[in-house]
């Protein structure tokens, strides 16, 4: 009796030590801007990428989404990974190449992340992978020089956390929402230590977009690692991408895949459910993916907390500019952000445009693909047009406005309804006030001028 | 990177929660080269006002001899870089005392040396009461998993894995590299029975550079 990650941890054990570290074999290792320090230190070694084949590079965190980059720094850092990969023999989906997009949107895109394996890239939101059954984790800068130079990575196996979601999701609640009512529920560190098996029919019934998302927000909830059992939803959407295997390969693949899902009566350290039907549409209030409240609430107050906590509630309201006991709907804000590897694929950016269709922004905004691709997909289906009819800017791929390192970020006391994955202060900017929510609340947002409930502008619309 | 096993310093207390890696360094700094150090990053927009003076009020401008920091829950949640950790060592933080860390967190903290020490709740409380009137002395033993601050002593959850790492500034490349010939097996077996998780390879007899075609 194993779960799934009893049988892609056996997977992929080199060998184990008796103090219980494992040494984990890595099949995909993705590199962007930001693993400068890991090539650094692999060059101080004088050492060599131990498997380039199994490498990619990505630019994403800094690239420029509206011209020429920001800054000669931004160029310097788009430049030494692309001198890093080229001097390593690593293929790297460059600013024209027309692959490129946010490193957890492009990688299954292409058919690179594939169920059984294991992924590392040195970003926290790796775990998004695990959308596929895959073993996928977020490694710091000395780890990310570790797996270039050996290809494997040591870890202590976590342990299991099954969270079981059932029931139907009411309409305008999606996977953003899941994610936030957990984190809300067990706290920014409820999950710290484990590695959550998602499960439930709310959760099989998502589209595997919709299945990213919530694997992508496992780390704002403690959990390094976030994954779902592969199934036939799974296979669809591998079948037929430039790495994913084809023909009687693929069919190899499946059948392997298939004895992937926990078996019936394997035992989880821990279990966790909640009702779908129990998830309104959810808006951040505070500066912790965890101040996370249905729409429907008022800004907490936090003389009713104790100690600490109503300490860090009253900080986080004095940072974000709000009064206890408002209604979260009465709140004004300055801009939208639809994007980051957490929604900005084309599922999400159809679920914002279907509340935008044939309506203005009252506020400025920007709308940024996930990648070149999805990007040409949208403006195939004409939503660039819907979006730019609603008064938005449509603009490039990367990971822009979620962490403001390519000069797309909110200015000071600003406030942004946004899509992304960390309300922390300062991420989109310093003195940003960050509000999250899913792509249709964002919508709905944009349209009221202030945090609105979703629902009743999708009556008589089909939600996308 | 250096093992040890004590260390002697002063502690002061950053009474916050969720101190997450945002805060420790904002994204903006991530570029620079670690040569240049990375300490007067560390925190910079809750040490420094917008105008780039330094804030009076906050513990570490005033003990810039600061080793030992001791603060609340969920304290380097968030981001993978490892640039948090730089920002804490260059400053010259040696163990960081907390009721939970972020988990990407702490073994980037282990993998440089820094300490992610977890003591329970209450003892945290009552340590940063303690500091309120300032910073104190600090004694941090590994072997024992003790600390000892301004007379208060501390007990901490350490893995062992992580101790012995901390105590002896292990490489872990070096190690690895002695796991050669297992990993070169695990490889064949893995290309043998798994080929797809090999694509470079599979395409190298046609096209290495496929184009999408979804």
Redesign the interface.
């Known amino acids: 009796m194993r779960t799934l990650l009893d049988k892609l941890w056996d997977d992929h054990e ?2 184990r ?1 008796d ?3 494992s ?1 984990l ?1 890595v ?1 995909r290792h993705l590199v962007h801007e ?1 693993s400068h ?1 890991a090539f ?1 230190k692999l060059k101080a ?1 004088g ?1 060599r990428v131990a498997e ?3 490498t990619y590079g990505v630019v994403d965190h ?1 690239a420029p989404t509206r011209g020429p980059a920001a800054s000669p ?2 160029v ?2 788009i430049q030494t990974l692309e001198r890093n990969t080229d001097a390593h023999g690593i ?1 790297c989906f460059g600013l024209e190449d ?2 490129q997009g946010i490193v957890h949107v492009v990688g299954p ?4 992340t ?1 169920p ?2 294991l992924i590392n890239c ?3 939101h ?1 775990s998004t992978h695990g959308a596929f059954g895959a073993l996928a984790f ?6 990310v ?2 797996v270039l ?4 990575i ?1 870890q ?1 196996k976590p342990k299991s956390l099954r969270m079981t979601v059932t029931g139907s999701l009411g309409p305008g609640v999606g996977a953003k929402d899941i994610a936030l009512a957990w984190i809300a529920k067990l ?3 409820g999950a ?2 484990h590695a959550i098996e998602y499960t439930g029919d709310a959760v099989t019934g998502l589209s595997m977009e919709g299945r990213m998302t919530l694997c992508n927000l496992s ?1 704002e909830g ?3 690692f976030g994954m779902i059992a592969p199934d036939e939803a799974t296979f669809d959407y591998i079948a ?6 084809e023909g009687a ?2 069919d ?2 499946v059948d ?1 895949w298939r004895r992937l899902p926990s078996d019936a009566g394997a035992v989880f350290d821990r279990e966790e459910t909640m009702l779908a039907t129990d998830i309104a549409p959810i808006v951040t209030w505070g ?2 993916p965890e101040d996370a409240l249905p729409v429907t609430s008022t800004v907490p107050d936090p003389s009713r907390l104790n ?3 109503a ?2 509630a009253r ?1 986080a309201l004095d940072y974000m500019g709000l009064v206890p006991g408002r209604a979260l709907t009465d709140i004004q804000i300055d801009q939208v952000f639809i994007g980051s590897c957490t929604n900005a694929r084309i599922e999400d950016l159809r679920a914002a445009a279907a509340v935008l269709a044939g309506r203005r922004s009252r506020v400025p905004g920007l709308v940024s693909p996930g990648s070149h ?1 999805v990007k040409a997909q949208a403006e195939e289906e004409g939503l660039d047009r819907v979006f730019t009819d609603a008064g938005l800017d449509w603009v490039g791929s990367g990971c822009s406005m979620c ?3 390519n000069g797309d970020a909110v200015e ?1 006391g600003k406030r942004c309804a946004s899509t992304t994955n ?1 309300n ?4 989109q900017g ?2 940003a006030r960050t509000h999250l929510m899913s792509p249709a609340m964002v919508a709905a947002a944009a349209v009221a001028g202030r945090l609105a409930d979703v629902r009743p502008l999708l009556e008589g619309r089909d939600a996308a | 990177m250096s093992g040890w096993s004590r260390h002697n310093g002063t502690a002061v207390a950053l ?4 101190v ?1 890696t ?2 420790l360094i ?3 700094f ?2 620079t ?2 040569s240049e150090g990375y300490g007067g990053f560390l925190l910079h ?1 809750l040490r420094f006002g ?1 105008d780039g003076e330094a804030l009076a009020d906050f513990p570490l401008n005033n003990t810039p001899e600061a080793s030992v920091l001791v603060t ?3 304290f380097g ?7 948090a ?1 730089y920002a804490l060592v260059d400053f010259g933080i040696r163990a960081v005392i907390a009721p ?5 967190f702490a ?2 903290a282990v ?2 040396g820094l300490l992610p020490a977890r003591a329970d709740t209450a003892t945290v ?1 009552s340590l940063i009461g303690y500091l309120a009137g300032g910073p104190a002395k600090a004694h941090v033993d590994l072997d024992r998993g003790m600390a000892e601050i301004g007379g208060v002593r501390v007990r901490f959850d350490l ?3 992580w101790r ?1 790492k901390l105590i002896n500034g292990w490489d ?2 070096d190690l ?2 002695q ?1 050669r010939p ?2 070169s097996d ?2 064949n077996w ?1 290309a043998e029975s ?10 190298a007899g046609s096209s ?7």
Not at chain 1, 109 to 112: A, V
Not at chain 1, 424 to 427: D, E, K, L, V
Not at chain 2, 77 to 83: N, P
Not at chain 2, 208 to 214: G, L
Request: glycine share 12%; no cysteine; net charge neutral.
């Open positions: 080199v060998l030590r103090d219980g570290a040494l074999w099949d930001g320090h650094a070694r050492g380039p084949g199994l800094y720094a931004i310097r850092m293929l027309p692959r895109e292409q058919g690179l594939l059984g394996l040195g970003d926290s790796t977020g490694i710091g800068a000395t780890e020089a570790h130079a050996t290809q494997t040591w202590k706290g920014a560190d710290r230590g780390i403690g959990a390094r037929g991408r430039p790495f994913a295997p390969d693929l190899r693949a392997t500066t912790s100690g600490s906590e300490d860090r900080a691709q962490v403001a390192m000071s960390r922390f202060r300062g991420r310093r003195g | 009474d916050l929660e969720s997450d945002d805060q904002p994204a903006r991530m570029s080269p670690r927009d917008s609340r829950r969920n949640s968030g981001s993978s870089r490892e640039a950790v939970s860390f972020g988990d990407i073994s980037n993998n440089n409380d893995d062992a894995v012995e872990d490349i690895t590299e796991h297992a990993i695990y490889r893995r798994q080929p797809w998780a090999f694509p470079a390879e599979r395409a290495t550079d496929a184009q999408p075609s979804k």
